[in-house]
């Protein structure tokens, strides 16, 4: 009983032992220089001095005594950090680092940061059928794999095409530039096939007669990924959150 109520503070117990395992909240994968030394201090004070990164992008501290735990959670909360993210509510937002990538779309720590105060702050005291995971994806590098999440938005940049600009070169910087070679010529004017286009915008700005000199912004959201039952993908472009 004692371990079932305290995994809703974030601490399960370490396998074979008597002791716990503390997960501290990063909020998207980003902490300061001096919240990484208060858990270095904290694991060196309270746990064995391990700290362990989850594929979530929390931080667990192992080892830690149950008369330790309140102690350790104090330790924290000085450096603004606090435990949580376990059982079957929602769980803290992975995060790209779209925001400083040279591939990113849109300020994913910003956004996620968003998410994090509306649904993990909002609707974590809420027991769900099972743990709802979330991820910000700056790129459809897809690094974070937002399509498996409960919930997952992936940054997009439609290109704009202005045909009347092409001249058809027989070497095309667009379709050079192309990862997903959606770009081709036909007929001497550049087409994109919105069927293979991932809209990574790597296409814009490198035409030197401007045939694509902008995209529009936009989101693609997932609903219920395939870590649950079925993806429900969602597009918009030029709208925020």
Sequence with gaps: MRSRGLRLWGFLNNKGTDLFNGRVITVNGK??????AAIAEAARKFGNGDVEFTARLTVEVRGIHYN?????????????LETGGTGSLVR????CKGTTCQ??????????EKIHERFYKGYHTVKLP?????????CPNNCVKPNLNDLGIVGQMIPCVDEDMCNGCRKCQVETACPMKAAKLSDGLIEIDKEIC????????????????????????????????????????????
Excluded: M
């Design 103 to 112: 591939y990113g779309l849109y300020d994913t720590f910003d956004l996620s």
């Design 198 to 241: 991932n809209n990574c915008g790597r296409c814009i700005g490198k035409c030197p007669f401007d045939v694509i000199e902008e995209g529009t912004p936009g989101f693609l959201v997932y609903i219920g990924g395939r870590w649950g039952k079925k993806n429900h993908p969602w597009k918009s472009a030029g709208q925020d959150f």
């Design 92 to 95: 803290p937002v992975v995060s």
């Design 68 to 80: 330790d735990i309140e102690a350790f959670q104090n330790c924290l909360a000085k450096a603004g």
């Design 130 to 138: 099972h743990k709802f995971k979330i991820a910000t994806g700056g």
């Design 31 to 36: 902490i300061t220089a001096d919240q990484t």
